[in-house]
Structure formats: C-alpha cells, structure tokens
C-alpha cells in the first residue's frame, strides 16, 4: 500500500506558474505508475498526465500538452506536475494516483489516490 499526499496548489493569475508535488510513503515507490488527474464539481475526473516507474515514459493529455510537463524523482519517492502558461480551464482540484499494474490514463485503472489539491487559475 502507499499513501500519497499532494501540496503546491493555490491561486494563479492566468499565464502564471505552479508546481505540484506528490509524495508517496509506505511500499517501494518505483513500483509504481503514476499520474495527476483533475476534477471539478459536477464532471467527471479527467487524465492529466501519467509517468512509468523508471520515469522514462511519460505522457501528456492533449489539453495540457507543451504546457504541463510531469516527471518523478525516485530517491524521494515524489512526482511532479510542472504547470506553465496556466489558464482558467485549468482550474480544478488536482490529484495524483499511483497504479501497480498498468501504465494508464484510465481512473479506474489507478488503486491509489491522494487527497487532491486546489488550483484556482484567475483571468
């Protein structure tokens, strides 16, 4: 099992910067796949963007792409959603996810999840 625990949300003027971060405890964190989604009220969670256990695949929801950037760093069990040029689409509740057993940006396919942190992008 792993806990994860995101932090870095927050309120962003449009065309602003942010980075989140998700850090995982409990079981061998390459082990695992992982992935940031978002949600706000009244939709669906959606795929943000998904990175393999070694960190050498990684890929990008067309919405966020050449924009948000994710990447992980297993020496400190964390991973990383880097959100450049953000715009108030972007708002939402973001979280990560971590799955054993597939490489996805399906939500079902993720066990694991953290609590989700806020991100307000004003125009």
């Known amino acids: 099992q792993v806990q994860l625990v995101e932090s870095g949300g927050g309120l962003v003027q449009a065309g602003g910067s942010l980075r989140l971060s998700c850090a995982a405890s409990?079981?061998?964190?390459?082990?695992?796949?992982m992935g940031w989604f978002r949600q706000v009220p009244g939709k669906e969670r959606e795929f943000v963007a998904r990175?393999?256990?070694?960190?050498?695949?990684?890929g990008h929801a067309d919405s966020v792409k050449g924009r948000f950037t994710i990447s992980r760093d297993n020496a400190k069990n964390t991973v990383y959603l880097q959100m450049n040029s953000l715009k108030p689409e972007d708002t939402a509740v973001y979280y990560c996810a971590a799955s054993v057993n597939f490489y996805s940006d399906i939500v079902r396919q993720y066990t694991y999840w953290g609590q989700g942190t806020q991100v307000t992008v004003s125009s």
């Open positions: 409990g079981r061998t964190f390459s082990s695992y796949n």
């Open positions: 990175v393999s256990r070694s960190g050498g695949s990684t």
